[in-house]
């Protein structure tokens, strides 16, 4: 079993997806001595001002508007498990089994680091679910971004003390039951562990971060599949030459010629047609560089950024041992994130855009001398004419996810609360997008494949033959129509287990 260990400090986005996707038993998680050390400092902190009884927000005080009700020593405990309850107000389907992970790790990741006063029971008790692989039954929809994901982490800190539900082997089930069979106990919560558990962005970042991930992938994905679709049509090399795009040095774009340099070499059909008379290709071609190299570019703000809230403190308010300070902050809005995962959301979507472009463009025999929507014996049969019909409806779809959630505020908590940064939002959408990506760039596979088995008996590149030849395993050569979403699937399911991506770079290396 392999160990990681967390201190608040040196999370990234790799290690958050490796943990939410592993195997149970296949990691165990703890807590840094360092981080043990300074929680202890900052919970004994916590615990002095609450025996003085000086009104401390969040620690002895209401919350939000109410936050000027001082609470009494003998109800602070009581005070937080309210607290927890009366926020569980989530509604929808949960978050799935990875996301609720990430968002574990995260959580506990942010208490690490022990500026929060929490005690340590209860981060260890996160790190308990995490290494039995407990999943939290956590709503996805009900958080406005700021005073962070209150509803959805509230749902995971109730199962923390016992109660709500949770799966564990693929089943859900009251917590109190898993507990008792794990033999485990609840935890009982303290002066501010409540409020520490809930304030903070941790789902929105969680979430974020693991469709980076998926994104990073998509990237090379998209590359590939216009090298392939290159190669289909007898499309030109020439505007992937670098010296076009060192005159206007963006670093995806340069990344991009780099990819296609390494994608499409040594190609018979790139050499059948050197002396065509076709003078330039359609933009949704020409302009891969610049298009795909932009969408890249969104990616990178969008990592830089998730990076840094990964390892930042985002709960309220903050203890201050050195300083014997508690300060009220905002840590917890979600602004950045929001605006970050918006704006990946766009370069995903426009990914989507110019695929469905380049499928089209399979489908027209004016533009690309094969028979109309690839099949032979057009008019009896339809070929794949609905199936750029699919793309284009998809390619709508995410004009609407596209509409950015993070310029939108809806006040809350009678006005105290009254600029929200609807990151939970942003994120929930992205994802979306992401897997809207995945069905078009298994429409544009399912295309380009048929097209390259109309170039036979001329062999593409090394790296896009292995591609056809993994995908024509079990997707056939058109010849009478045939149901078309069976190949859409089989394709969707050789991105999503990462086959395509794995097949290609055992040519190239991995591609940037």
Not at 322 to 349: K, P, T, W
Not at 356 to 380: C, Q, V, W, Y
Not at 431 to 437: A, R, S
Not at 482 to 506: G, P, S
């Given at each position: 079993m392999k160990k990681i260990i967390i201190d608040g400090k040196g999370l990234k986005i790799?290690?958050?997806y490796i943990i939410s996707h592993a195997k149970k038993d296949e990691f165990v998680v703890h807590l840094a001595d360092n981080a043990i050390s300074l929680m202890e400092k900052s919970r004994a902190y916590v615990l002095e001002i609450v025996k003085k009884e000086n009104a401390v927000y969040g620690i002895n005080t209401g919350f939000g508007a109410l936050s000027s009700k001082h609470i009494p020593l003998k109800d602070l405990s009581q005070l937080q498990l309210n607290l927890i309850r009366s926020h569980c107000t989530g509604v929808g389907a949960p978050f799935n089994r990875e996301n609720t992970r990430a968002i574990m790790l995260l959580r506990a990741n942010c208490l690490a680091s022990g500026f929060s006063g929490v005690s340590i029971d209860v981060v260890k008790q996160i790190l308990n679910y995490l290494n039995h692989d407990i999943i939290p039954f956590i709503p996805e929809k009900g958080s406005v971004g700021a005073s962070g994901d209150l509803a959805p982490l509230s749902h995971l800190a109730l199962t923390?003390?016992?109660?709500?539900?949770?799966?564990?082997?693929?089943k859900l089930s009251p917590t109190a039951d898993i507990l008792k069979k794990l033999n485990l106990r609840p935890c009982s919560l303290g002066p501010k562990d409540g409020l520490a558990l809930i304030n903070g962005t941790s789902v929105m970042t969680a979430v974020g971060a693991l469709a980076c991930f998926e994104a990073k992938k998509l990237m090379s994905l998209a590359d590939i599949a216009g090298a392939a679709t290159l190669e289909g049509i007898k499309g030109s090399l020439s505007p992937f030459a670098k010296q076009i795009s060192e005159l206007k040095p963006h670093q995806g774009q340069l990344d991009v010629c780099d990819n296609f340099k390494t994608l499409i070499y040594d190609s018979e059909i790139m050499g059948s047609h050197k002396t065509c008379n076709r003078v330039q290709d359609a933009y949704s071609l020409r302009c891969i560089p610049?298009?795909?190299?932009?969408?890249?570019?969104?990616?990178?703000?969008?990592?830089?950024?998730?990076?840094?809230?990964?390892?930042?403190?985002?709960?309220?308010?903050?203890?201050?041992?050195?300083?014997?300070?508690?300060?009220?902050?905002?840590?917890?809005?979600?602004?950045?994130?929001?605006?970050?995962?918006?704006?990946?959301?766009?370069?995903?979507?426009?990914?989507?855009?110019?695929?469905?472009?380049?499928?089209?463009?399979?489908?027209?025999?004016?533009?690309?001398?094969?028979?109309?929507?690839?099949?032979?014996?057009?008019?009896?049969?339809?070929?794949?004419?609905?199936?750029?019909?699919?793309?284009?409806?998809?390619?709508?779809?995410?004009?609407?996810?596209?509409?950015?959630?993070?310029?939108?505020?809806?006040?809350?908590?009678?006005?105290?609360?009254d600029h929200v940064s609807m990151g939970v939002t942003a994120a929930r959408k992205?994802?979306?997008?992401?897997?809207?990506?995945?069905?078009?760039?298994?429409?544009?596979?399912?295309?380009?494949?048929?097209?390259?088995?109309?170039?036979?008996?001329?062999?593409?590149?090394?790296?896009?033959?292995?591609?056809?030849?993994?995908?024509?395993?079990?997707?056939?050569?058109?010849?009478?129509?045939?149901?078309?979403?069976?190949?859409?699937?089989?394709?969707?399911?050789?991105?999503?287990?990462?086959?395509?991506?794995?097949?290609?770079?055992?040519?190239?290396?991995?591609?940037?």
């Open positions: 790799e290690d958050l923390l003390i016992g109660e709500g539900k949770v799966f564990y082997e693929g610049q298009v795909h190299g932009a969408c890249r570019q969104t990616l990178a703000h969008t990592w830089e950024v998730v990076s840094t809230e990964l390892n930042s403190v985002t709960d309220n308010p903050l203890i201050f041992t050195e300083r014997q300070e508690v300060l009220s902050g905002g840590n917890f809005h979600g602004q950045a994130i929001a605006f970050a995962l918006d704006y990946l959301c766009m370069g995903i979507a426009e990914l989507c855009n110019i695929s469905e472009r380049r499928i089209e463009k399979m489908m027209n025999p004016i533009f690309s001398d094969l028979p109309a929507f690839l099949t032979k014996n057009s008019g009896l049969n339809s070929g794949l004419m609905i199936a750029q019909v699919t793309a284009a409806a998809l390619v709508s779809e995410n004009k609407i996810y596209c509409h950015p959630a993070s310029i939108d505020s809806v006040p809350t908590s009678t006005d105290k609360e992205l994802l979306l997008v992401i897997d809207n990506l995945k069905h078009v760039l298994s429409i544009e596979f399912l295309c380009n494949t048929q097209a390259l088995y109309l170039q036979k008996p001329l062999k593409s590149s090394p790296p896009i033959e292995q591609l056809h030849a993994l995908i024509a395993k079990d997707v056939k050569e058109i010849g009478e129509d045939r149901v078309f979403a069976d190949d859409m699937n089989h394709i969707y399911q050789l991105i999503n287990n990462n086959m395509i991506l794995n097949t290609v770079e055992k040519v190239t290396g991995e591609l940037k």
